[in-house]
């Protein structure tokens, strides 16, 4: 599902996908990046993950939610758990289970 983006961010995205499944996260992390700087939200939402969990970049939750937030806005479910979840920590984010709530019930309505 890859959403707003050009082709260009369509072959980023599918070679540093590669990249990530065969776990070299480096070389994911920049194709992704670079993906993700020409509005490809799944890419958006991989490299926030990515920088929550420290795999091929340091581990950065705040670089985390600025990543996330734009691909949640576009309806990427697994980008509104994340931030659901960095809202309800304050991890990254400010604590805020209003925001919280919002995110995660935005992603439970899509099962």
Partial sequence: MLTGCSDSASE?????????????YE????????SAD????DSQAILGSMYILGQGVPQDREQAARLLLPAAES????????MGV????GDGT?????QARYWLEKAAAKG
């Avoid at 070679?15 to 070299?24: D, F, R, W």
């Avoid at 020409?38 to 939200?41: E, K, P, R, Y």
Wanted: aromatic share 12%; hydrophobic share 35%.
């Fill in 12 to 24: 980023l995205h599918a070679e540093g996908m590669k990249a990530y499944v065969s776990g070299n």
């Fill in 75 to 82: 309806g990427h479910k697994y980008a509104e758990v994340y």
């Fill in 86 to 89: 960095l809202y309800f920590t």
């Fill in 38 to 41: 020409l509005g490809d939200h």
């Fill in 94 to 98: 400010p604590t805020d289970i209003e």
């Fill in 27 to 34: 070389k994911a992390a920049d194709l992704l990046r670079q």
